[in-house]
């Protein structure tokens, strides 16, 4: 089993419009930076585009759970599980990630700064959606 941060922000508006916008792949770099150089469809993937060379990246398919997770391939052949839910919070949403660490990749302060950039993704999205 992997350490794990659960990282979430609480979005004012109806979980089905969060959800509705945030399911497009093509939505992912207004708010994502890791995916900010855009993707590319290939097939059932994308593509991203990156420093590190090109990721692959696999959504889940549209549902009514508020699931979007989704699996990034390092070019490495390393899959990283991003497991990303948005759960109705009264009018609102909740929208919440869990950040799992896997030993071989992440020193400790690497794994700060990722949680913090899974952070500032949420909030941009937040900030995007309440616009």
């Known amino acids: 089993m992997f350490e794990s941060r659960y990282i979430s922000i609480r979005i004012h508006k109806?979980?089905?419009?969060?959800?509705?916008?945030?399911?497009?792949?093509?939505?992912?770099?207004?708010?994502?930076?890791g995916l900010a150089s855009g993707l590319t469809r290939d097939g059932e993937r994308w593509v991203a585009h990156g420093p590190g060379g090109d990721v692959r990246v696999r959504f889940s398919p549209d549902n009514p759970y508020g699931v979007l997770d989704h699996w990034v391939t390092q070019p490495d052949?390393?899959?990283?599980?991003?497991?990303?839910?948005?759960?109705?919070?009264?009018?609102?949403?909740?929208?919440?990630?869990?950040?799992?660490?896997?030993p071989t990749l992440y020193d400790?302060?690497?794994?700060?700064?990722?949680?913090?950039?899974?952070?500032?993704?949420?909030?941009?999205?937040?900030?995007?959606l309440e616009a």
Do not use: C, H, I, Q
Not at 14 to 33: G, I, R
Not at 81 to 86: A, K, S
């Open 77 to 102: 052949g390393t899959e990283l599980y991003m497991p990303l839910r948005v759960v109705a919070n009264g009018e609102g949403a909740e929208v919440g990630m869990v950040l799992y660490r896997p």
């Open 14 to 33: 109806p979980a089905e419009a969060v959800y509705a916008f945030a399911k497009d792949p093509e939505s992912f770099p207004k708010w994502a930076a």
């Open 108 to 128: 400790d302060a690497a794994y700060d700064r990722d949680a913090a950039a899974v952070a500032r993704d949420l909030a941009r999205l937040k900030a995007l």
